[in-house]
């Protein structure tokens, strides 16, 4: 089955250190997002790829990282600057038309719930 | 500034009791409007796209509706099993707009 996978499901990260979440699609996809989600609050955006080796910051890029060396993966790192990582992260991916600015859906993983030691 | 508005924030519904979410928004130009179900400690799941006011679209007991300035989800008959939060998103017009903007979403609980 098509899918996106996201591990590992729960992550936890010392004072200083970063961490990486993963995000893999079989989808053939060419976008990939990656979201991150509080309680009483909208999904938020943190960076989207549209195609590989380029990403763009949303609108909380402030703290976290991406790459994207090939089509099937996103992955996200935490660093130490993010002060408040506490949340639950959503890695997502759409097809794209780059003539159109396609409206096609986004389809998500199941997240990683990241938490502080 | 793109918003999202949705209401109420949650809601209480008996088995059977058809009720209605409602999705206020701003956009500079809509491409589209999304619905998503959202179940505890998963993933949103993608239930419809709308592109211009008028448009419905139906799945099962769900109906969305579109208008220029709001969406609804209605809920017909409601089930325990639809009990979930509802996300609704909006994708304004222009180049590189891929992104979404995201409402809180509405905690519907169906109760047998």
């Known amino acids: 089955d098509g899918g996106i996978t996201q591990s590992p499901k729960y992550l936890f990260r010392k004072e200083g250190q970063n961490v990486t979440l993963s995000c893999e699609q079989n989808l053939n996809h060419d976008a990939m997002y990656w979201y991150r989600q509080d309680p009483g609050q909208g999904l938020r955006l943190i960076y989207y790829?549209?195609?590989?080796?380029?990403?763009q910051k949303g609108d909380i890029a402030e703290g976290y990282s991406v790459s994207r060396e090939k089509k099937e993966s996103f992955p996200l790192t935490v660093t130490s600057a993010q002060k408040n990582p506490t949340a639950f992260y959503l890695c997502a991916s759409s097809k794209t038309d780059p003539i159109m600015y396609s409206n096609q859906p986004q389809h998500f993983g199941d997240g990683t719930r990241l938490s502080i030691l | 500034e793109d918003q999202v508005t949705q209401s109420p924030e949650a809601l209480r519904l008996q088995e059977g009791e058809s009720s209605s979410l409602n999705c206020s928004y701003t956009v500079s130009g809509l491409r589209g409007l999304f619905w998503y179900r959202q179940d505890p400690g998963k993933g949103p799941e993608f239930l419809f796209t709308l592109y211009s006011a008028g448009e419905e679209k139906e799945k099962e007991r769900l109906k969305a509706t579109l208008t220029k300035k709001e969406s609804f989800l209605h809920i017909t008959a409601p089930k325990p099993e639809d009990s979930a939060t509802y996300l609704c998103?909006?994708?304004?017009?222009?180049?590189?707009?891929?992104?979404?903007?995201f409402g809180k979403g509405t905690k519907l609980s169906v109760i047998p």
């Open positions: 998103a909006v994708q304004a017009q222009g180049a590189g707009s891929y992104q979404l903007t």
């Open positions: 790829s549209q195609i590989v080796n380029d990403f």
